[in-house]
């Protein structure tokens, strides 16, 4: 510091002196040169001031006492320009110390203001410095959270965090995150999120600073979800007539449920990795039905479908599947989830409903012949005593007789339309559109009820499933005649693709929908023979009607289905 002043001094002297003997801009630039070295030195203004003493009087003894005034005044004119880079460094202190004290503020502001813990302690574990939502957060004011041991709002198990911190887990200056547990001064537990880092001060560590966020809510929310996995899981496993289970995206079965255990009689263990085919009869397996099956799912996101199973022990049963793909929104598939029911009992059911339908057809058809062609006979043989009667009889009275033959064509007429609608020959010859018409023909003259029919034309129906449409249409037309007071009736049928759907619609009084659903016993409207004849069909239906509205009743029908053709209940 002594050679740099006395250095400095010298300069100043030599530089001041050229001043006197030629006062001009490079003098003024070595005064400047000389007050920014002594910035650079680290002096101050008083050294610079010390040195303009020493010079001042140095030239002032050498000086004529007439010139002492002008030697002052140059020296004072000298001096200012010396000072300049002090004034200017003066400046950039000041407009610095106020961005720093603006700067401060905002960040104090920002610390005291955060939904976060904010927090510094030393390399003891005492807190030195907490903001507001640690005063809120805690319960503890400031004055009490300075200075208190760590200790003392957190757990024993997670204070080996914290003393491990210091030597291992952040001598690289990087933040560590963990969860724990703080005690509230009221002796709660809340749950924080916790980053800390090292607080250095030439490259040693004097203490920890760190963030910490309260995640009750979401420790809540991740509470609540473990929970419903739990329920969802025990609901799964605790039912035991549907199988339920995941498949892995390529097919193998990645979950077993017990319903599915008491199905299929595979154990967890001795099923889980295994293909989806293990299920699947041989001949469905050679006909690659299984990844036909999910193709469908991951095509169409959902594929719906009825057939035989395969249990453990070799037996078959029938059932009805739901395979439904898992994805994300717009991302890569998952797997698949498998809902099997056994249908076998409904399948037997249908089964014999549908023998009991082929004998109650039948018998029928019997009833039609002999209403048809032994009543003819009869009426045929009726004629002809009447004709030889009349013969023998006078003129005056074959009048009664000529009535009595009216009457006996129109009951020969009537007998004709029964057992045509009992068991329409039209249906078996021309098909089932013909037939609808026929029938509608007949219903409208008995009930004086207009009856439009508009069926598109379309191919030939297998046999089963003409019939069944012509039942289900003949039950409609006959409970409409009977309770819907209608005076006009509609009757559309079109084929879209492989589906048949046909709507018939009256103007009658209506009925209330909801209360003939939810009515016990008895439903009214047939609905309960329509129903079964659909369900054998695996067809839809729905009905549109309100008081006072009219009734539509809607009905749709499959005709892909190969087990529609071979399992039909409407016979």
Known sequence: MTESLTELSEGFNSAFRDYLNGPGGAAFHAAYDLGRRTVDEGLGVLNLA?????????????ADPADATMVAMAAAVFFSEALSPFEITHRSYQE??????????????????????????????????????????????????????????????????????????????QASTYEVQL??????????????????????????????????????????????EER???????????????????G???????????????????????PLPSIYPSDDVQLGMPEHHLRMAEEEGRVEYEGWRVRKDGSRFWASTVLTALREPDGPLRGFVNITHDMTERRNADEALRRMNEVLEEQVH?????????????????????????????????????????????????????SHELRPTILDDLGLVPALKFLANGVSRRTRIMIDVHC????????PVETALYRITQEA???????????????????????LRCSIKDNGIGFDVPAVFNRKGQRGMGLSGIEARLDALHGTISIRSAPGQGTELLFSVPLARKDVYSNPIGR
Request: charged fraction near 25%; proline fraction near 3%.
């Open 252 to 274: 193998r079965i990645a979950s077993w449920n017990n319903g599915a255990q008491r199905l299929f009689r595979y154990t967890v263990r001795g099923i889980v990795g295994a």
């Open 183 to 228: 005690t509230t001064k009221d002796g709660r537990n809340v749950p924080l999120e916790v980053s800390i880092r090292l607080i250095r001060q030439d490259g040693r560590p004097i203490g920890v600073q760190g963030i910490a966020r309260d995640i009750t809510e979401r420790k809540q929310a991740e509470q609540n979800e473990r929970e419903n």
């Open 232 to 250: 969802f899981h025990l609901m799964v496993h605790s039912i035991r007539d549907y199988a339920i289970f995941m498949l892995t995206s390529d």
């Open 366 to 418: 019997r009833i039609a012949h002999a209403l048809h062609d032994e009543s003819g006979q009869l009426l045929a043989s009726v004629h002809i005593a009447l004709s030889e009667l009349a013969a023998e009889l006078p003129p005056h009275a074959t009048k009664r007789l000529t009535k009595i033959e009216g009457l006996l064509e129109l009951i020969e007429e009537q007998i004709r339309e029964f």
């Open 50 to 62: 010390t040195m303009y003493q020493e010079v001042l009087a140095a030239n002032l003894l050498r």
């Open 477 to 499: 037309l006959t409970n409409i005649s009977r309770h819907s007071k209608a005076t006009r009736m509609a009757i559309r049928m079109i084929r879209q693709g492989e589906v």
């Open 456 to 463: 598109e034309a379309f191919d030939r129906l297998p046999p």
């Open 96 to 173: 610095a110390n106020t961005a720093l004290q603006s700067s401060e503020m905002r960040y104090r502001e920002l610390v005291e203001n955060a939904n976060d813990i904010i927090f510094s302690f030393d390399l003891q574990g005492n807190f030195s410095s907490i903001n507001c939502a640690g005063e809120r957060i805690s319960g503890y004011t400031r004055s009490e959270a300075v200075g208190m041991h760590v200790s003392r709002v957190l757990a024993s198990e997670y204070l080996n965090l914290l003393r491990q911190t210091p030597g291992t887990k952040l001598v690289d200056g």
